[in-house]
Structures are given as C-alpha cells and as structure tokens.
C-alpha cells in the first residue's frame, strides 16, 4: 500500500460544477497537509495548507482533513476552465525534518 | 527576480553518461529542495540543503545522484553513469526557510530523457 493514495482520474467537470478531490493516507502521524496544483509541464503551485483537523476556506477552494479516518479532500467550487490541471495533495509529519510525502495527483478537466 | 529557475529545460543522454541538472532559487531562499517526478505520480523527495548544508539527503536513490550548493544560492544535481530508469522531471523548490509551512515554490523542471 502507499503511504498516499489519489484516484488519478481524469475528472471531467461541466464548468460551474462542485469538485471534490480527495486523498487517502496510511501514517497517522502526519499533521501537516497541502494541496497543490500542478499545470501541464509546469512545476506544482501551493494552494493551500492546513495543520491538523478541520476545514480551510479560501476563495473558491475549501480544505478538510479528517484525522480519524485518514482523509483530506479539496473542493473546489463554481469550477472554471482554468482549474484544469493535477492536483496533489502532500503530506508531512512535523514543520522541520522530514519532508513532504505527495500523492501521485488527480487530473482534472472542468469543460467550458 | 521572478521566480526559481532550472537549466536546461530539457536533457537528453545516453546511458553511462554524467548530466549535471542547476537550480536558481528565488534570492534570499535559504532552504533549496530537489524533487523527481516520473510520468503520473507525484514529486519524489531527493534531498534539501538548509543554505550551504545538505540537510536531509535520504530521499537520494543511490550514490550515482550527488548535489551541492557551495554558495547557499545556486545548487546543482549530478547524476553518474545514468540509467533509463533515471528519466523523469527533476524539480527543484526554494522556501525562505526550511519550515514546512513556509511556501515552496517550484520551477518549472528539467526533462531528463536517458536513452
């Protein structure tokens, strides 16, 4: 099993659309949890970034982690064509030392 | 400047041969990371130097991959006698600090193809 896992998709989305993207982990040890995008033959962009359990909201984006379960998913609301891209989520154990474990990314086409 | 930058872009060698892969960061970034990124999976931790000082090199797969930044700025990843299984994107992050909640910003790769 990885330590993370993410449906690869592809997701294809009508524009305007709820996305829900999510991962799945195995190390209960990891606090520190990001989502980034990443657009083709760029390098990944942070988009958020939450510390333990709960809900982030920003923007359009929304940020959950439940510890208990070992889940994080990222919504994206009223998606745009812009969106399209890899999403990858990473995660780390402490805020020094060890470093970021990623998912391999879902990649997602919202259509216009 | 803009922001982190690798050279070249692409790279293409032939197997055994020795390639040399460079990183700008964003100036005033102490903490510099390399990353591996192969087709559909996600970055792969090689090694970050805390300004001059590799920090944590155990994301390294063997001793054929080596990195340096001798003046806390510029870094460079060297790979010996390489393999096709060493082709992939080679990414490279800078961070004002090496706190995880620091931001990391990536460049934009290098395209390491080894035939």
């Known amino acids: 099993q990885k330590e993370v896992e993410q449906d690869p998709g592809p997701l294809s989305v009508p524009e305007g659309a709820i996305v829900s993207l999510n991962c799945t982990y195995s190390n209960s040890a990891f606090q520190y949890f990001m989502w980034y995008r990443q657009y083709s033959r760029k390098g990944p962009e942070l988009l958020m970034y939450?510390?333990?359990?709960g809900n982030k909201e920003d923007g359009r984006f929304t940020a959950q982690v439940d510890k208990s379960s070992k889940y994080i998913s990222l919504f994206i609301r009223d998606s745009q064509p812009s969106d399209s891209a890899t999403y990858l989520c990473a995660m780390s154990v402490d805020n020094y030392g060890q470093n970021f474990v990623f998912g391999p990314g879902t990649r997602l086409s919202v259509l216009p | 400047g803009a922001g982190v930058s690798q050279t070249p872009s692409n790279k293409v060698t032939e197997k055994g041969k020795y390639v040399e892969l460079r990183c700008d960061p964003i100036?005033?970034?102490?903490?510099l990371y390399w990353y591996r990124q192969s087709l559909g999976q996600g970055p792969e931790f090689l090694i970050y130097?805390?300004?001059?000082?590799?920090?944590?090199d155990s994301g390294l797969p063997n001793d054929r991959f080596f990195a340096v930044r001798p003046e806390g700025s510029v870094s460079t990843l060297k790979i010996q006698r390489t393999e096709r299984g060493d082709s992939a994107v080679y990414l490279c992050a800078s961070s004002l600090t090496d706190r995880k909640t620091d931001t990391q910003y990536f460049g934009p790769g290098t395209r390491l193809t080894v035939l």
């Open positions: 100036s005033g970034h102490t903490a």
């Open positions: 130097f805390q300004g001059t000082g590799a920090a944590d």
């Open positions: 939450t510390y333990s359990s």
